[in-house]
């Protein structure tokens, strides 16, 4: 298996720009979880879906993100407009169960200037 | 609010020692406890993981020792190596929903 795929892997783009980060969890996993990690806050989750419904968006940071995955082979995250403040590296994860071991994409490094 | 304690956040220990990592957790309700391994430019990584029914799993030089009435657990990296430098995270799941530990940057000098 090709494990988690995610595009682009950097993304560097100017304040107000729409960026959109892509993710193929691995086949036959029902869970997909986003992740954001910076050196101030960790890895922190966004957002997590279950047979492509998202279940849990608390970690959302504002209305400016928004994930769909509109089937079991690809998600989006997108963030519109971004802001300096959203530059860190974007993880994308799946699982079989979401009770066991979650399998990290290697990210996407986002740097909005 | 901090939910996964990690300590310490920097770890330095020469091959062959034995290097040990701390996590406190406040929420009763997690009930898997994983350890990510973290290469520079990569994605976590599963090292190994610990459910709350058992005291201890040993994974080769890997192991997670779990105390639920203090709501802590460990990871003990025995004859550590120079290719074990990297960032491990602890974490705790709860119905599928994962809370991660700051992570500990583990340096082995040769």
């Known amino acids: 298996d090709a494990g988690v795929i995610q595009s682009p892997r950097h993304e560097v783009t100017e304040m107000g720009q729409e960026v959109t980060l892509r993710c193929k969890p691995i086949?036959?996993?029902?869970?997909l979880f986003w992740y954001r990690q910076t050196m101030m806050r960790g890895l922190e989750l966004l957002i997590y879906?279950?047979?492509?419904?998202?279940?849990?968006d608390s970690g959302m940071p504002e209305d400016r993100f928004s994930a769909k995955m509109p089937n079991a082979s690809f998600s989006t995250l997108k963030i519109q407009p971004s802001e300096p403040r959203d530059s860190a590296v974007y993880f994308c994860?799946?699982?079989?169960?979401?009770?066991?071991?979650?399998?990290f994409g290697p990210g996407t490094r986002l740097t909005v200037t | 609010q901090q939910q996964v304690k990690q300590s310490p956040q920097s770890l330095i220990v020469q091959k062959g020692g034995i290097s040990i990592i701390n996590c406190a957790y406040e929420?009763?309700?997690?009930?898997?406890f994983p350890w990510y391994q973290q290469f520079p430019g990569k994605g976590p990584a599963l090292l190994i993981a610990i459910r709350p029914d058992v005291s201890e799993k040993k994974e080769g030089r890997f192991t997670i020792s779990f105390n639920k009435s203090a709501k802590q657990f460990s990871l003990h990296i025995m004859d550590s190596q120079p290719g074990d430098s990297a960032t491990y995270f602890c974490a705790a799941s709860d119905a599928g929903k994962s809370t991660f530990g700051d992570g500990t940057t583990l340096t082995v000098k040769p």
């Open positions: 994860a799946s699982s079989r169960t979401g009770f066991g071991e979650q399998y």
């Open positions: 086949s036959g996993h029902d869970y």
């Open positions: 929420n009763t309700a997690f009930d898997y």
């Open positions: 879906f279950n047979n492509n419904v998202p279940i849990d």
